[in-house]
């Protein structure tokens, strides 16, 4: 029940600081940073590897950062 709690509490952090950046590349930085973060804590709530939780987590959130940047219309 406790790592139900702390997973919930990383999810309402992460989601929290998602829309960090305004630029592509702000984005993916932020994204990756906040994924690793999440990815590491998933690894090392489900006695996984933080490590590996940590890369699969950057490398999917700063895709998803880049991914969802707001486009300037001047």
């Keep these: 029940m ?3 709690i702390k997973l919930a509490g990383v999810g309402v952090l992460v989601f929290g600081l ?5 630029s592509p ?3 993916a930085v932020s ?5 690793a973060g999440a990815g590491a804590g998933v690894g090392a709530l489900t006695g996984g590897s ?4 940590a890369l ?3 490398g999917l959130g700063a895709a998803g950062g880049a991914l969802t940047a707001p486009r300037n219309r001047y």
């Excluded at 998602?18 to 305004?22: E, I, L, N, Q, R």
């Excluded at 933080?50 to 939780?53: Q, V």
């Design 2 to 4: 406790r790592s139900v």
């Design 18 to 22: 998602a829309a960090c950046g305004d």
């Design 56 to 58: 699969v987590g950057g």
């Design 50 to 53: 933080a490590g590996t939780g």
């Design 31 to 35: 994204g990756g940073l906040l994924g």
């Design 25 to 27: 590349g702000g984005r």
